[in-house]
């Protein structure tokens, strides 16, 4: 464990990317229209108890959402074309909530139970 990995326990925000080190946290690309997978995502949230959607723009390929559980976050997913018939998939999470143990891990495991409800809905 390097120290810039005790660091990271600490921040705020997790952002998803093709850059990302951690092979968990890279972009997700899906085969289907963008309709196809904005829908679905739309309806994954929705159908969360712990989730509120606040504004959904399908123009611009993101949906904002309010999490209250295990603390207040905000959390914007983007959805957008990659290739015809790919779309890619990516969720940018952050909270102003402070703890000795770091936010970190539980943004992260957020973002990983949505990635895999989607895995589990588009295969």
């Known amino acids: 464990m390097a120290i810039t990995d005790i660091f990271l326990r600490y921040k705020k ?9 951690d092979e968990n ?5 899906y085969k289907g229209s963008v309709n196809q997978i904005f829908e679905m995502v739309e309806e994954i949230i929705s159908h969360d108890a712990d989730s509120r959607i606040i504004t959904v ?16 976050c905000f959390m914007v997913v983007s959805i957008v ?20 143990l770091g936010v970190n891990p539980a943004l992260r495991k957020r973002i990983i139970s949505f990635y895999d409800r ?3 809905r588009h295969s």
């Open 25 to 29: 946290l890279k972009t997700h690309y």
């Open 57 to 72: 723009s399908k123009e611009r390929g993101e949906i904002a959402v309010e999490i209250n559980k295990p603390f207040p």
């Open 118 to 120: 989607i895995d589990k």
């Open 81 to 100: 074309s990659a290739k015809p018939l790919e779309t890619a998939v990516d969720f940018t999470i952050s909270t102003e909530k402070i703890s000795l």
């Open 13 to 21: 925000e997790v952002e998803t990317s093709d850059k990302q080190r």
